[in-house]
């Protein structure tokens, strides 16, 4: 990696980490508040209410840490994996340029409490159109990398045409082909309905045309954050762990499925929605099964190459072999915690996905608890086990303490075991998501014996959270030591030699994935495109 890739991607990370920052405070508040402790009076004018909290919250956690992240770290690991410049480094700074003028833009009304629209930012409520302008921009820049990506994947195509692209950038390069078709409904909404709205230009909204394009991108950009975790799970962590991928073909299947199953499937977020047939809400429900199946190929690789790390260093047994990882290294303990809180994630999803159970989670806190342990934890935790090797390699010194990294990934595995335990048991018992639950005269006696849970698990989150910002920044400042070589790309017991060779093609993927959202799709856009009269005005509730 050349030292301006290096920069490049220190300047990304830069940006992620602040935005952290600043979503694990207004989240510690959160918490609390559930837990009947009210600090917003005392935090006015910076945070006004729980509702400006909550939105600063999900837009820096889900929309800004993720994406910088992202927008990082993949085009370093595509660039060492071709073993190649990237394309062009002056079309990384031009993507890196417009992300951030977009955050600029957005982030200005966000602190100002004029977009307290939630990171869903669902119409009629009305945020200012920097808002929106700024969201865009940064949508756009994400395309640029996908550009740099392919390009660079081109050119390595050239030099070898009849190899197999290295697995670690033909995932980084899937996962954001994949994010740049979902991407589109996102760029309707905000091009076609929001901003000319914000602007004056378009008299009314509506929110049914405005939700169904933003599941168009709001599920499977839950999988644009998965993905980059996913790559290292397959192409590091095996060998972090001392062990080899079990096999490269299959992983490779795995992300072929994501490019195409990943979107058309948004309307198992809208199940209760009005204006959707029933049959289209089914034909979701069945999609979203589908792409159940390669996190199922997932679990499956990613567990038989543990293990062959693991009975590489002496592990016996059925389950046993699992004591002997090297949980010493922070960077793989907090990958493999992240992967078992997954697990119950991923059950969750399955059902939030059947149809008939979603009527009963719901709008509920089960959903903040579902999105905690994937997003909150599979995601987050994985990115911190990655930025224990990548802060040093960027800034050439070593970790700072890989005893405080250890003891951090553990309590957020500890912290997160009881919060999301709590609200999914609240969301069962029926506590509504996204409500100031302690200022609720509604509140039920049997919410309030679980509710100081949310901000014991909160609080150790938190505290958390200060140890990971504590160790990095220390690393930065004060670490003397020269930083360790990064992990290498693990070699897989079955090669990608054995991959057929339309695994490793983009065109009929990408027709097909085109095909899958047509059906899924299009009658329902265009019947509502056709039909439906922009008449809504906006509101403030805020
Ligand atoms: Fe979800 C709502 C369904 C995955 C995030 N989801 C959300 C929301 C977010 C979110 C943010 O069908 C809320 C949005 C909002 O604000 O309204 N979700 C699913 C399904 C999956 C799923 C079926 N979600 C994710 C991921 C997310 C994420 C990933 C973020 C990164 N979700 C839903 C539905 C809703 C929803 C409905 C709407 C609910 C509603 O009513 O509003 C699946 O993709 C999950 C597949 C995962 C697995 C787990 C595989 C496990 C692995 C780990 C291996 C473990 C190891 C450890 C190696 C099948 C790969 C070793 C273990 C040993 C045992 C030895
Ligand atoms: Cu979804």
Same mark, same amino acid.
């Given at each position: 990696?050349?030292? /301006?890739?290096? =920069? $490049?991607?220190? #300047?990304?990370? &830069? *940006?992620?980490? @602040?935005? +952290?920052?600043?979503? !694990? %405070?207004?989240?510690?508040?959160?918490?609390?508040?559930?837990?009947?402790?009210?600090?917003?009076?005392?935090?006015?004018?910076?945070?006004?209410?729980?509702?400006?909290?909550?939105?600063?919250?999900?837009?820096?956690?889900?929309?800004?840490?993720?994406?910088?992240?992202?927008?990082?770290?993949?085009?370093?690991?595509?660039?060492?994996?071709?073993?190649?410049?990237? /394309?062009?480094? =002056? $079309?990384?700074? #031009?993507?890196? &340029? *417009?992300?951030? @003028?977009? +955050?600029?833009?957005? !982030? %200005?009304?966000?602190?100002?409490?004029?977009?307290?629209?939630?990171?869903?930012?669902?119409?009629?409520?009305?945020?200012?159109?920097?808002?929106?302008?700024?969201?865009?921009?940064?949508?756009?820049?994400?395309?640029?990398?996908?550009?740099?990506?392919?390009?660079?994947?081109?050119?390595?195509?050239?030099?070898?045409?009849?190899?197999?692209?290295?697995?670690?950038?033909?995932?980084?390069?899937?996962?954001? #082909?994949?994010?740049?078709?979902?991407?589109?409904?996102?760029?309707?909404?905000?091009?076609?309905?929001?901003?000319?709205?914000?602007?004056?230009?378009?008299?009314?909204?509506?929110?049914?045309?405005?939700?169904?394009?933003?599941?168009?991108?709001?599920?499977?950009?839950?999988?644009?954050?998965?993905?980059?975790?996913?790559?290292?799970?397959?192409?590091?962590?095996?060998?972090?762990?001392?062990?080899?991928?079990?096999?490269?073909?299959?992983?490779?299947?795995?992300?072929?499925?994501?490019?195409?199953?990943?979107?058309?499937?948004?309307?198992?977020?809208?199940?209760?929605?009005?204006?959707?047939?029933?049959?289209?809400?089914?034909?979701?429900?069945?999609?979203?099964?589908?792409?159940?199946?390669?996190?199922?190929?997932?679990?499956?690789?990613?567990?038989?190459?543990?293990?062959?790390?693991?009975?590489?260093?002496?592990?016996?047994?059925?389950?046993?072999?699992?004591?002997?990882?090297?949980?010493?290294?922070?960077?793989?303990?907090?990958?493999?915690?992240?992967?078992?809180?997954?697990?119950?994630?991923?059950?969750?999803?399955?059902?939030?996905?059947?149809?008939?159970?979603?009527?009963?989670?719901?709008?509920?806190?089960?959903?903040?608890?579902?999105?905690?342990?994937?997003?909150?934890?599979?995601?987050?935790?994985?990115?911190?086990?990655?930025?224990?090797?990548?802060?040093?390699?960027?800034?050439?010194?070593?970790?700072?303490?890989?005893?405080?990294?250890?003891?951090?990934?553990?309590?957020?595995?500890?912290?997160?075991?009881?919060?999301?335990?709590?609200?999914?048991?609240?969301?069962?018992?029926?506590?509504?998501?996204?409500?100031?639950?302690?200022?609720?005269?509604?509140?039920?006696?049997?919410?309030?014996?679980?509710?100081?849970?949310?901000?014991?698990?909160?609080?150790?989150?938190?505290?958390?959270?200060?140890?990971?910002?504590?160790?990095?920044?220390?690393?930065?400042?004060?670490?003397?030591?020269?930083?360790?070589?990064?992990?290498?790309?693990?070699?897989?017991?079955?090669?990608?030699?054995?991959?057929?060779?339309?695994?490793?093609?983009?065109?009929?993927?990408?027709?097909?994935?085109?095909?899958?959202?047509?059906?899924?799709?299009?009658?329902?856009?265009?019947?509502?495109?056709?039909?439906?009269?922009?008449?809504?005005?906006?509101?403030?509730?805020?």
């Amino acid at each position: 990696m050349t030292p /301006a890739e290096r =920069r $490049l991607a220190a #300047a990304h990370l &830069a *940006v992620a980490l @602040a935005a +952290l920052f600043g979503g !694990v %405070v207004t989240g510690f508040l959160q918490a609390l508040e559930h837990a009947g402790v009210d600090l917003y009076p005392a935090l006015a004018p910076v945070v006004r209410s729980y509702y400006h909290g909550l939105t600063l919250h999900g837009v820096l956690n889900v929309l800004v840490y993720t994406t910088f992240f992202i927008a990082g770290f993949l085009p370093l690991i595509a660039a060492r994996a071709l073993g190649r410049p990237l /394309a062009s480094i =002056r $079309l990384g700074w #031009a993507a890196f &340029a *417009v992300m951030a @003028a977009g +955050l600029g833009l957005a !982030v %200005v009304p966000l602190l100002g409490n004029a977009a307290t629209v939630m990171f869903t930012f669902y119409p009629p409520l009305k945020a200012h159109g920097a808002f929106y302008v700024g969201l865009t921009l940064v949508v756009v820049g994400t395309w640029l990398i996908t550009l740099n990506l392919a390009l660079g994947c081109r050119a390595w195509r050239r030099d070898h045409p009849d190899a197999r692209t290295p697995l670690a950038a033909f995932m980084a390069l899937a996962t954001m #082909a994949m994010w740049t078709i979902a991407s589109l409904g996102i760029a309707a909404e905000l091009l076609l309905m929001l901003i000319p709205w914000s602007l004056g230009l378009l008299a009314g909204t509506d929110a049914l045309l405005a939700r169904v394009l933003f599941w168009f991108t709001g599920h499977p950009i839950v999988y644009f954050w998965l993905l980059p975790a996913y790559l290292s799970w397959y192409t590091l962590v095996p060998r972090q762990a001392g062990g080899k991928l079990f096999s490269d073909p299959l992983a490779r299947t795995s992300f072929i499925l994501f490019l195409v199953l990943s979107t058309p499937l948004g309307f198992h977020h809208q199940y209760v929605d009005p204006g959707i047939h029933r049959g289209w809400k089914l034909l979701h429900a069945f999609l979203t099964f589908a792409v159940f199946f390669p996190s199922l190929l997932t679990f499956f690789n990613v567990v038989a190459s543990l293990e062959s790390g693991a009975r590489a260093r002496g592990g016996r047994g059925w389950v046993a072999w699992f004591g002997r990882l090297p949980w010493g290294d922070p960077s793989l303990a907090a990958q493999v915690l992240a992967m078992l809180l997954f697990t119950f994630g991923g059950v969750g999803g399955l059902i939030n996905a059947s149809y008939n159970l979603n009527l009963v989670v719901h709008n509920t806190a089960w959903i903040p608890g579902h999105l905690h342990l994937t997003v909150g934890t599979a995601v987050t935790l994985t990115f911190m086990g990655i930025t224990y090797w990548l802060v040093p390699h960027l800034s050439g010194r070593a970790l700072w303490s890989r005893r405080l990294a250890l003891v951090q990934a553990w309590l957020w595995f500890a912290g997160m075991l009881v919060f999301s335990n709590a609200l999914h048991r609240l969301g069962l018992m029926g506590l509504p998501r996204r409500t100031m639950v302690g200022a609720a005269a509604y509140a039920l006696p049997e919410w309030k014996a679980v509710l100081p849970l949310v901000g014991v698990g909160g609080t150790v989150l938190f505290a958390s959270a200060l140890l990971y910002f504590l160790n990095l920044v220390l690393t930065v400042v004060a670490s003397r030591a020269p930083a360790p070589e990064p992990p290498g790309f693990a070699e897989a017991l079955s090669g990608p030699e054995h991959a057929p060779a339309i695994l490793d093609r983009w065109r009929p993927w990408l027709v097909l994935a085109g095909v899958l959202i047509a059906i899924a799709y299009g009658p329902t856009l265009i019947g509502l495109a056709l039909t439906t009269p922009l008449t809504s005005p906006g509101y403030r509730v805020w």
